[in-house]
């Protein structure tokens, strides 16, 4: 049997400030890599988001912007 091959997966990575429900942040970096280490790097907009695709499984990302401490 061959393996079926796997379908890209959408992520939409909403960047807030100190907690969950805190403000958006506009211009935030977003750098990382999906499951299959294809890398990625978008700043996020006016309603502090990016919506990033690639290969399921365990994805690693940053997220930086000017004043904050960068979180992983």
Avoid: C, E, K
Avoid at 5 to 19: G, K
Avoid at 38 to 50: D, E, H, L, R
């Amino acid at each position: 049997m061959q393996p079926q091959p796997t379908q890209p997966v959408v992520l939409t990575l909403y960047v807030h400030a100190n907690t969950a429900s805190g403000p958006v942040i506009s211009g935030a970096q977003v750098t990382g890599s999906d499951a299959v280490g294809t890398a990625f790097n978008q700043t996020t907009g006016s309603t502090g988001f990016v919506t990033l695709s690639g290969q399921p499984g365990t994805w690693q990302f940053t997220a930086a912007a000017a004043g904050y401490q960068p979180t992983s």
